[in-house]
């Protein structure tokens, strides 16, 4: 099975950029469909962006369109998240996850596996 290792996270300023990784082991993540989530404090897990398996479909939650951008390294078994012009809004727990399957890649029960999460604090 897959292990899921978040990192990059960190405090920053409103409108400053970050670059998520998540490095995958102990399988290829050219067989899975591939997403970032993220939690606020006191919220439900969200969505992000997430990206199909050969990494020509991507989708993006409405309120990171235009600033996040979902990518794979199939070479290097990592996927990455850029965000740009952050917001505080932005701020919680960024999690990386691997569908197995086929299910629709912005739906939280498709994914199969997680990852533990790395904290995103922007400050206004």
């Known amino acids: 099975q897959v292990q899921l290792a978040e990192s990059g996270g960190g405090l920053v300023q409103a409108g400053d950029s970050l670059r998520l990784s998540c490095a995958a082991s102990g399988d290829t993540i050219s067989t899975y469909n591939m997403g970032w989530f993220r939690q606020a404090a006191g919220k439900e897990r969200e969505f992000v962006a997430a990206i199909g398996r050969r990494g020509s479909t991507r989708n993006y939650a409405n309120a990171v369109t235009g600033r996040f951008t979902i990518s794979r390294g199939n070479a290097d078994n990592t996927v990455y998240l850029q965000m740009n012009i952050l917001k505080p809004e932005d701020t919680g727990t960024y999690y990386c996850?691997?569908?197995?399957?086929?299910?629709?890649?912005?739906?939280?029960?498709?994914?199969?596996?997680w990852g533990q999460g790395t904290q995103v604090t922007v400050s206004s």
């Open positions: 996850a691997a569908d197995a399957g086929y299910g629709p890649l912005n739906l939280e029960a498709s994914y199969d596996h």
